[in-house]
């Protein structure tokens, strides 16, 4: 019945999510709150003021409206770049020969080539409603800072963009695609701020991390009249924001009495999988399916996996409030990894929550495995995968091909955040076979937990 699914799904425009799905006011227990850390007490929303816009500190305290209304002036712009089509992957399916049926959402048809829009857009024009004039980020391997800069564009914003310094120096182009949208875009760390200057101090060379970016980036927001820091992940409103890309993905599918089995995605700072699971894990909060839901980290940077659930700050200057994550502490220093995405210390605090209480599984993966079913997924699907979204295929193919073993027949979706293009050098490190597997060891994991402040909790 579901086999006579079109190889490629379009939402249609009636059907178009007119609101955002707020996953907390599901969740029965909410997270824990952010704490101020020189009072250890939990931050107001006039603290969350001073550094990020109004409405989307209101739409990070709230965890009782089951849905946000998603605003017209966003509607429209999403009508740029939305719906993302939801494929079926017969060619996969044929080249692993499997009885499972896989299908994926692309998040990649933009031009900032991700995910990332969704919420770039959102915050963009939330900063332009307050009246703000420019906006602060920081972005590590590239898209954050493209998709917020398209935004800013649009609404004719100014932004300034902390890029770390690995990336900075390995995608010239993803820079320069920044700056033709009108960001500017500083190396990270940098000697423009007080955090940056600290860090090059104490780790004199190094190639910064995206804890250092954010710490720079808010340093920066703080200082300056008008402007307010964004976030391209891990908090709240970013997820809810990124609930678009479940809530069509489940609506195509519900059209073709499709339900999946299994739902796997990538995990940088969380959000992406959080919005992609948000419908399947409201219902399954309800006790209305029992989907297995599947986070895909990098083994080098394996903050869910390995990480301790904990108060820890957000960047590596301990200059954010406290968030309750699954977090490596914010020192840890993850290895040159080419999925430069989902290199972050921590992890969205309601992922966490999720993860802790049971609901999903966590799988960490190897980036010489990640690679490898990137270019099997690249030659039969046609899609060049971004590094981050091809631990979502490794996955995927992985619960594939364990039900050609048992015959068993699935449904299995899985979210493909964007593409590769600007990620070549790190597959031409794959082709020649020089792509390397960094795990961290025990001593390095204790390392960065030294890091973890103490906090009393109430
Ligand atoms: C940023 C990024 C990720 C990580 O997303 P999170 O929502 O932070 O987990 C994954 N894939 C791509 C292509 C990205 O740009």
Redesign the pocket.
Known sequence: MSAKIPYKTYLPESRMPKAWLNLKAFMPEDHAPFLNAATGKPCSAAELEGVFCGECVRQELNSTDKEIEIPEGIRSFYANFRPSPLVRAYFLERELDTPAEIYYKFEGNNTS????LNSAIAQAYYAKEQGLKCLTTETG?G??GTALAMACAFYGLDLKVFMVKTSYEQKPYRREVMRTYGASVTPSPSDTTNAGRQLLSRFPGTGGSLGCAIAEAVEEATRTPGCRYVL???LDHVLLH?TVIGLESKAVLDMYGVMPDTVIG????????GGLIAPYMAEKLQGANNIDFIGVEPASCPSMSRGRYAYDFCDSAKITPLAKMYTLGCGFMPSPDHAG??R?HGMSPVVSKLYHDGYMRVEAVKQTEVFAAAERFARCEGILP?P??AHAIKVAVDEALKCRESGRKKVILFGL??TGYFDMAAYKCFNDGTLKDYIPDEADLARGFSFLPSVKEQ
């Open positions: 080539g991700s995910h990332k391997a898209q954050w391209g992940s891990v990124q990538c995990m940088g700072g969380g959000s992406n999988f995405g989902l972050y971004a981050e979204s955040t964007g």
